[in-house]
């Protein structure tokens, strides 16, 4: 007699010997209707138990939402296989045989271990206690094995289909949703997350116009009781969704069963599909770029650029770190000192040899000097533009009087329209009128209220937006207090380079070019090296210490 027949014969009424059992459950979706069909499994094993008083129940193992082509991934069955192991169970009631697995070898070692440690498994859809030792039985199940392999290749199949219609239908799904966004389970599509999307707009302007890096926008979330690490910070500034456009198609699976696991498979960008969704733009467009151009700049590249126009940058914080370029072979002048004490600081390019621009060094002096010379050549410019905001400003109040002669016009129909009214009131109080005339005369005393509700909305209007010559003085005065604080700067430091300065470069000719955020270039004549002259002076007084 088998080790099946034998729990078979403890099966019926009359036996009381004990029966070990565990229930497992499985479901690969996590949808509700899925949810249902697993708490059905779970009643129907614990109704199966209850009408045999010799079963106990020692455990349930439930893997929700998890697919049964695999093991590894699932937790709940690698216990219970623990415990068979450990040859506490007598017999798994589930289902069916596929709620156990789908792949035929993970089957087998199911079927192995069951046999090893005399246990069995209870299907309840056809309430058929299974005997693996039976001459037919790797015949039996091995058939049922591969339909099930087949099932899972078959699902496999049937979601590329779905994907592959969603990619040409260009429908976003619940995977697309990243931080800022909300996905509807009902109406299954995406909506702006009003909270969320302030956060992410409060980060592209800390890092654009603050000059916040990544670690430091985190440190304020922090301090905000917002958890957002500095990878996803990163990934925020550098997410196309956020200006409404959205990316499909990223990446395929290769299906992995038994033993294998599923790979998930990058695509290159080319076979991206654009799905572009205005209505859910968060982000100015132009804010956006800003933020990928100040990311460009802060890339570590050490080497030559692709680019003549890709800056790198110096991993510290000195004042021209990342700033100053040879403009023939776009290597950047890092940080250094041109003697042993580390008193005179310069800026070099190391083997620089090869480059056909000798201009391989300069000093951190000659550079403060050249951007203070092109900042203040900036600033006498302004003289210019006072004028010309000047007769701007004049052309607005002139427009602004202009519109006010449109005043005594609206306040004379006002005028009319006020005694039209009373005149309408005195008809109505004489008497003597129909009863449709007085229903005539009372629509008329509500069109000429509301056309006089709109002649004072509009001389409020006039009469608030007149300007005189006092706005022009004001905003001038504003103006000019606010360029002389800008003027009246005695020192260069890292803060200012960053706002003003875009690029210098130091051609062959040994000009110095400066590029300015604004897009100005201005060319300062050589500049006798200032760490040159100080160690010649070096020099000279150890000649004179030395007698030499």
């Excluded at 500095?230 to 550098?238: A, D, K, M, Y």
């Excluded at 890339?299 to 800056?311: E, R, W």
């Excluded at 004001?474 to 003003?500: G, H």
Aim: glycine letters at 4%; a neutral charge.
């Amino acid at each position: 007699m088998s080790y099946a027949e034998k729990i078979r014969e403890k099966l019926n009424p009359d036996c009381m010997e004990e029966v070990r059992a565990v229930i497992y459950a499985r479901v690969s979706t996590d949808n509700d209707n899925q949810k249902e069909s697993c708490a059905n499994q779970i009643a129907l094993a614990e109704e199966y138990i209850s009408r045999h008083q010799n079963v106990s129940l020692v455990g349930i193992y439930v893997d929700d939402g998890i697919s049964g082509k695999n093991d590894f991934n699932r937790p709940q069955y690698n216990a219970m296989l623990q415990m068979i192991a450990e040859g506490q169970v007598d017999l798994v009631i589930t289902k069916a045989l596929s709620r156990l697995n789908r792949d035929q070898i993970n089957s087998l070692t199911l079927n192995s271990l069951l046999v090893e440690h005399e246990a069995t498994i209870l299907t309840i859809e056809d309430c058929q206690i299974h005997d693996f030792e039976a001459p037919n039985a790797d015949l039996i199940h091995g058939i049922k094995y591969v339909l099930d392999a087949q099932y899972v290749k078959q699902q496999s199949l049937n979601g590329r289909k779905t994907h592959e219609l969603r990619c040409l239908n260009k429908q976003l799904g619940a995977k697309d949703v990243s931080y800022g966004y909300t996905w509807d389970k009902d109406s299954k599509s995406i909506s702006i997350n009003d909270e969320q999307a302030e956060v992410v707009r409060w980060i592209f302007e800390e890092y654009v116009y603050r000059n916040g890096t990544p670690a430091s926008i985190q440190r304020a979330l922090n301090q905000k009781g917002i958890s957002i690490c500095g990878r996803s910070v990163t990934n925020i500034l550098q997410d196309e969704r956020y200006i409404g456009r959205f990316y499909i198609n990223k990446r395929t699976t290769k299906l992995g069963t038994g033993q294998k696991k599923s790979k998930r498979i990058k695509l290159p960008k080319e076979q991206w599909i654009l799905v572009n969704r205005p209505d859910l733009q968060i982000l100015d467009p132009d804010l956006f770029q800003m933020a990928q151009r100040v990311h460009e700049t802060k890339i570590a590249v050490y080497d030559k650029p692709n680019k003549l126009s890709t800056q790198s940058r110096f991993a510290g914080v000195h004042i021209f770190s990342g700033k100053v370029f040879c403009p023939v072979c776009g290597k950047s002048y890092q940080f250094g000192y041109a003697d042993r004490y580390k008193k005179i600081p310069i800026y070099r390019i190391k083997s620089h040899s090869a480059c056909k621009n000798h201009n391989f060094k300069i000093g951190e002096g000659d550079l403060e000097e050249a951007t203070r010379q092109a900042l203040q050549r900036i600033m006498a410019q302004q003289d210019n533009i006072y004028s010309s905001l000047e007769q701007v400003l004049y052309e607005c109040v002139e427009a602004s009087q202009e519109a006010d002669a449109d005043l005594p016009k609206l306040k004379q129909q006002k005028a009319a329209k006020e005694k039209k009214i009373e005149s309408l009131i005195d008809a109505l109080s004489e008497g003597g009128l129909t009863g449709a005339a007085r229903e005539r005369i009372k629509s008329r005393i509500n069109q000429i209220t509301e056309d006089q509700a709109r002649l004072a909305e509009a001389i409020r209007n006039k009469e608030e937006s007149r300007l005189d010559e006092s706005f022009v003085a004001d905003k001038m005065s504003e103006i000019k207090v606010a360029i002389t604080e800008l003027r009246n700067f005695s020192t260069i430091d890292r803060d200012r380079i960053l706002n003003y300065i875009d690029r210098i470069e130091i051609p062959p000719s040994g000009n110095i070019e400066i590029t300015l955020t604004s897009g100005h270039i201005i060319t300062n004549k050589t500049i006798t090296n200032d760490f040159q002259e100080r160690a010649n002076v070096g020099k000279m007084r150890i000649r004179d210490m030395t007698g030499l």
